[in-house]
Structure formats: structure tokens, C-alpha cells
């Protein structure tokens, strides 16, 4: 019994370790380059909106 249980606590490690690395592994640098990318698209959309309105104003 007290082997059975403690297989399946190293599997139930096994798992959380796991789910831990593929959750969190290589994480910082890809969050980093997709919120510069949400930055810059930001920026082109309210560059574009300014540039709209100016050229309705325009009219």
C-alpha cells in the first residue's frame, strides 16, 4: 500500500513539474516581444486614426 501511494506521489510531482515548465519556461522573453508588438500597433493604429481625421477635416 505504502508503495502505491508513494508512486503516485512521484507521478503527481512528475506532472507538476510538467505543467510548471511548460507554463512558465521561456515565458519572459516572448511576453516581452508580444507586448512591444501590441506597442507598436498601437501606435500605427493611432497614427493612421490622426491621419483619417485630418484628411476628413480636410474636405
Given at each position: 500500500?505504502?508503495?502505491?501511494?508513494l508512486e503516485a506521489l512521484g507521478a503527481g510531482?512528475?506532472?507538476?513539474?510538467?505543467?510548471?515548465?511548460t507554463m512558465f519556461s521561456g515565458r519572459s522573453d516572448t511576453e516581452a516581444q508580444h507586448q512591444a508588438a501590441l506597442d507598436q500597433a498601437a501606435a500605427d493604429s493611432a497614427k493612421d486614426a490622426a491621419a483619417t481625421d485630418k484628411t476628413e477635416r480636410d474636405h
Open positions: 500500500m505504502f508503495l502505491i501511494l510531482c512528475i506532472l507538476v513539474v510538467i505543467v510548471w515548465w
